[in-house]
């Protein structure tokens, strides 16, 4: 039976970092992947000779690179990654889109603070104190309990809508509770898109996740892709061994997974009572290939979550597949520097989801839903940009059951259960939990956790 000192559970961005990081103090470590590709959520996949992303809209936390303390430039110095190698494309603009008012944020804090006095004058101060709250939370703190971000917005900010508008983008890009979320959390996330900005790698997901499996390799960390964990096996209440869905099984001094917690605790060989609750927020997306540049048709944002009334509701639909009230737009084109091939353009967009509605359905129906809820985003597209459908050259549809089926993520919940671990430890001392269900979000929150599990825990 192989030995090893760490065995990761998913190679996904969370994984790989703590593997990077592992494998250069010479421990004996090894990803197992159940997919093809690493990358996790943010990986891509292949129709014929082209590559497209999956999950990734936009990179978070871009920051100055002069600023080292900055989340970005401290991880990469960590993992001995060049910044120049991830090649990161910075946003044009974007925008929150409410029926009567428009915010407007770039990678200038100002443009974003500007768009806010013009929308709502009298709430200019109070966004103002809410900002240095913001930057002075201590939001990583393991201790800190859960505290609604929807009260502490109410508490600076007398203007319900701009409250919405607000939390429209943070919740879209990082809460798993439903209408509202945890105040720490909502500060990593702000942070991340308003503070440090938005970016996306230029050619795509593949050769950005090809710079961190290399550095991997070559401080002689293992990737088994295309290898699923079966089960987890304990004794006197310590993990011992691995068994592999093709039999093999692997000891093991230590277990870090990037799997999510209530999916990691179903592998225990002596299973708990009471799994951990899985998240409740799904998801669709939809690529659109336009085979003209998506800003000729007006589509000139970079990412525009779009809300079609005051009041912004952030929960699965009951009655229907997908909640067509608001949707997230990403243009990949619209990122300066990123590059398009052929003269195809890609649109991306996304609505909430209700996993329970697309899990009931048959084959067939599932094929006709999936057409019928395509044809409504034309309309609505064809009605916000002139033109659109005309040159709509392919469409491909993503459901809550996509994520579910390559991720393994229990109801296709991008960001996990409510239950966090936010210390990264479980009830098992030698099993650790890294990224989502740690409550680090985003691509560079995913890295920073797998970072910060092996520094605390494994190299000590």
């Not at 590059?339 to 899990?359: C, N, P």
Request: net charge negative; with cysteine; hydrophobic share 35%.
């Amino acid at each position: 039976m192989e030995s090893y000192d760490v065995i990761i559970i998913g190679a996904g961005l969370s994984g790989l970092a703590a593997g990077i990081r592992l494998s250069q103090y010479g421990k004996r470590v090894r990803i197992v992947e159940r997919q093809h590709y690493a990358g996790g959520m943010n990986s891509y996949y292949r129709r014929g000779d082209r590559c497209y992303d999956v999950g990734l809209h936009a990179m978070t936390n871009l920051s100055n690179p002069a600023d080292h303390a900055a989340p970005l430039n401290t991880l990469l110095r960590q993992l001995k990654v060049r910044r120049d190698d991830l090649k990161l494309c910075p946003q044009q603009c974007s925008s929150v889109k409410f029926p009567d008012a428009t915010l407007c944020f770039d990678n200038d804090f100002e443009t974003l603070r500007s768009s806010v006095r013009e929308i709502s004058p009298q709430s200019a101060d109070g966004f103002d104190r809410l900002c240095q709250a913001i930057r002075d939370d201590d939001a990583f703190n393991p201790s800190l309990g859960y505290l609604s971000a929807r009260k502490v917005l109410a508490s600076y900010i007398d203007d319900a809508r701009l409250c919405d508008m607000l939390l429209c983008p943070v919740m879209f890009y990082g809460s798993s509770w439903l209408d509202d979320m945890d105040f720490h959390q909502f500060c990593i996330v702000f942070r991340s898109i308003f503070f440090e900005g938005l970016s996306r790698p230029a050619d795509g997901m593949e050769p950005f996740i090809n710079v961190f499996t290399r550095r991997l390799q070559e401080n002689g960390g293992e990737l088994s892709l295309v290898k699923s964990v079966q089960s987890i096996h304990m004794e006197n209440g310590w993990v011992k061994s691995v068994t592999l869905e093709d039999g093999e099984e692997i000891a093991v001094k230590n277990v870090v997974s990037c799997a999510g917690y209530p999916e990691t605790m179903a592998l225990l060989s002596s299973p708990m009572d009471k799994l951990p609750a899985r998240g409740e927020l799904a998801y669709t997306e939809t690529l659109f290939e336009l085979n003209r540049p998506a800003a000729e048709l007006g589509m000139t944002d970079s990412i525009a979550f779009v809300n079609s009334s005051d009041c912004f509701s952030y929960r699965p639909p009951t009655e229907n597949s997908v909640d067509m009230r608001s949707c997230v737009l990403c243009i990949p084109s619209n990122f300066t520097g990123v590059h398009e091939t052929d003269g195809v353009s890609v649109v991306r967009m996304s609505h909430l989801a209700s996993y329970d509605y697309w899990k009931r359905l048959d084959k067939n129906d599932y094929r006709d839903e999936k057409e019928r809820v395509m044809d409504c985003q034309q309309v609505f597209l064809e009605q916000a940009f002139a033109g659109f459908n005309a040159h709509v050259t392919r469409r491909e549809m993503f459901t809550p059951l996509t994520l579910e089926r390559y991720t393994g993520r229990v109801g296709g919940s991008i960001y996990g259960s409510t239950e966090k671990r936010k210390d990264g430890r479980t009830a098992i001392p030698n099993l650790y939990i890294c990224g989502t269900d740690q409550g680090y979000l985003g691509i560079v929150g995913s890295l920073l956790s797998g970072v910060v599990i092996a520094n605390r825990y494994l190299l000590r």
